[in-house]
């Protein structure tokens, strides 16, 4: 069996073609353009890199893009005194600061400086606990992402064993959150989880979110499962050139799996797409006007 490829880059595509739509709309009907800041706090190349991207995708569906980047030395109070300008400032929609942050940089404390109904990333304490109580919230951008994808190719979740690798507040909880809102029967693995691939053998659907290149075998996955790789890993080739792979061994995976996200062009494109649609959701609840249905969970 070779499995079917859950191209991210075309979900991405028909999002923020609809992203786009709802921008026009926004500035035609009530004269708003939706506003996103994203703040780099030191120089991390990686990270570098997304921050471009999202700025570039957040200037093409006709969105105002406000990049602030800050020295790898900056304290905590300069950085909390930029949020707070950025949660007065009403051309501001949405306000992402790019993680991990340097050691001496609290990161709750930084995200929970964040407006809530600013937090496009849904990291916000009460964002997090809106979602885990079934409330609306803005909800996280790379599980949001999965989910998507997941619904697009599957359907109905219901009764669906989802087993989710990673428990980081960014992606591997809230995911497991929303998987069990679409009424699946959910398990989460982490790094004290025994006997892995034993547990992986039962899911209908993996989501694996573990930071380690090629992690999840082949093997252990059941015939026909759907696999969403979310892991971004920077392999060195041996002749000096890099490759970006997940966390899922791809090669292996495809030939036992019913469908498969790849690495590049598989969760990393939705998340960029996801950040932009909680922009003008958060714009839209922001001038109490209608959230655009479609954009919706
Ligand atoms: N495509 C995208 O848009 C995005 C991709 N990513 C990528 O996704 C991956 C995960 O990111 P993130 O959640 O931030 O990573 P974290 O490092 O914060 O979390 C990793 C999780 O994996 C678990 N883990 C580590 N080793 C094992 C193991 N041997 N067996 C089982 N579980 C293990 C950890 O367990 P424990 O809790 O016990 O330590 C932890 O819960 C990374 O590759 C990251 O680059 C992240 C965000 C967005
Ligand atoms: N506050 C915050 N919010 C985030 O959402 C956030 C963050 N911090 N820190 C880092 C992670 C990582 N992340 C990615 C987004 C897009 C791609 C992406 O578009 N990847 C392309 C490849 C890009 C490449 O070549 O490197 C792809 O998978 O096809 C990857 C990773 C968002 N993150
Ligand atoms: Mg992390």
């Known amino acids: 069996m070779t499995a079917r490829i859950i ?4 979900f991405a595509a028909v999002l923020l073609e609809n992203v786009a739509e709802h921008v026009t ?12 800041a994203v703040v780099l706090v030191g120089e991390d190349p990686a990270s570098e890199i997304y921050v471009r991207s999202k700025a570039k995708k957040t200037v ?6 406000y990049e602030y980047k800050l020295p790898a030395d900056t304290v905590e109070a300069e950085l909390l005194a930029l949020i707070e300008q950025l949660n007065l400032d009403p051309s501001v ?3 992402l600061v790019q993680l991990p942050l340097p050691e001496h940089l609290d990161e709750a404390l930084v995200t929970n400086a964040i407006d809530p109904s600013r937090d496009v990333d849904g990291f916000h ?12 919230a803005m909800v996280p951008c790379t599980p949001l992402g999965c989910l998507m994808m997941l619904r697009g190719y599957c359907g109905n979740l219901a009764g669906l064993h989802a087993v989710v690798i990673g428990r980081s507040n960014i992606v591997g909880k809230p995911m497991a959150q929303l998987l069990l809102k679409e009424n699946c029967t959910v398990t989460v693995a982490h790094s004290h989880t025994r006997n892995l691939p034993d547990i992986v ?19 252990w996955l059941k015939t026909g499962a759907t ?14 050139t890099m490759r970006l792979v997940g966390d899922v061994d791809y090669g292996a995976a495809k ?22 649609a909680n922009t003008v959701t958060a714009c839209c609840r922001a001038h109490s006007l209608p959230e655009p249905a479609r954009l919706k969970v």
């Open 60 to 65: 093409e569906v006709g969105m105002h893009s």
């Open 201 to 219: 053998v039962a899911a209908d659907i993996v989501v694996a979110a573990v930071g380690r290149p090629l992690f999840v075998k082949g093997q």
């Open 125 to 136: 304490v009460s964002n997090a606990g809106l979602l885990a109580t079934g409330q609306p």
């Open 255 to 276: 030939d036992i799996a019913g469908a498969i996200t790849p690495v590049p062009g598989g969760v990393g494109p939705m998340t960029i797409a996801c950040l932009l």
């Open 7 to 10: 191209d991210g880059k075309a």
């Open 25 to 36: 709309q926004l500035k035609q009907a009530h004269g708003l353009i939706p506003g996103l």
């Open 227 to 240: 696999v969403i790789d979310v892991g971004i890993n920077r392999i060195d080739q041996g002749d000096g």
């Open 93 to 95: 929609h949405g306000i």
